[in-house]
T-cell receptor
Framework: KQEVTQIPAALSVPEGENLVLNCSFT??????LQWFRQDPGKGLTSLLL?????REQTSGRLNASLDKSSGRSTLYIAASQPGDSATYLC????????????FGKGTKLTVNP | SQTIHQWPATLVQPVGSPLSLECTVE??????LYWYRQAAGRGLQLLFY??????ISSEVPQNLSASRPQDRQFILSSKKLLLSDSGFYLC??????????FGQGTRLTVV
């Protein structure tokens, strides 16, 4: 059974700092990995998607990497801003079954001005 | 463009009352649709998914049921709510096996 773990559960940083969020998964037979952002009381917004054949994806100040063999992904946020404050969720789609996302519990990020 | 609508945004219901949450998708056909629940301090749990009209798969035994009466409509229901049904319910649509799009969620409080 696929399990996704995110560390740390919460992170507080000053504005302008670069930071890394970590995600690990137990079954390396994944189809893809996605990073989502969730604002309080809101739905999820997809930030980046990395297919299993890819190593990284970039969007603006965000960069996500994937090491499928070790079951790890990182989300790098450059020059953090208070508007980046949210919960960041990692999710994987496992191969061989129907399209189902398995989520981690998320990392709650607070960027202090 | 594709959009996903979910309502209501918030709901307070007494124990034992029925429930109906609706999700509709626009701008696509034959989507795979999903219901997730997010409880406080826990991750998102997949409840149901549907690959077509009338086709429902349940991931976990529970007090809830789902139906798909139309191609782009997905409904989450309960005949009698329990306190443990409280949570944040999210509908999602997957574009192929790739991008996942989520609704804005329904905050359900059972009192």
């Amino acid at each position: 059974k696929q399990e996704v773990t995110q560390i740390p559960a919460a992170l507080s940083v000053p504005e302008g700092e670069n930071l890394v969020l970590n995600c690990s998964f137990t079954d390396s037979a994944i189809y893809n990995l996605q990073w989502f952002r969730q604002d309080p009381g809101k739905g999820l917004t997809s930030l980046l998607l990395i297919q299993s054949s890819q190593r990284e994806q970039t969007s603006g100040r965000l960069n996500a990497s994937l090491d499928k063999s070790s079951g790890r992904s990182t989300l790098y946020i450059a020059a953090s801003q208070p508007g980046d404050s949210a919960t960041y969720l990692c999710a994987v789609t496992t191969q061989g079954g129907s399209e189902k996302l398995v989520f981690g519990k998320g990392t709650k990020l607070t960027v202090n001005p | 463009s594709q959009t996903i609508h979910q309502w209501p945004a918030t709901l307070v219901q007494p124990v034992g009352s029925p429930l109906s949450l609706e999700c509709t998708v626009e701008g696509t056909s034959n989507p795979n649709l999903y219901w997730y629940r997010q409880a406080a301090g826990r991750g998102l749990q997949l409840l149901f998914y549907s690959v077509g009209i009338g086709q429902i798969s349940s991931e976990v035994p529970q007090n809830l049921s789902a139906s798909r009466p139309q191609d782009r409509q997905f409904i989450l229901s309960s005949k009698k709510l329990l306190l443990s049904d409280s949570g944040f319910y999210l509908c999602a649509w997957f574009q192929g096996p790739l991008w996942a799009f989520f609704g804005q969620g329904t905050r359900l409080t059972v009192v």
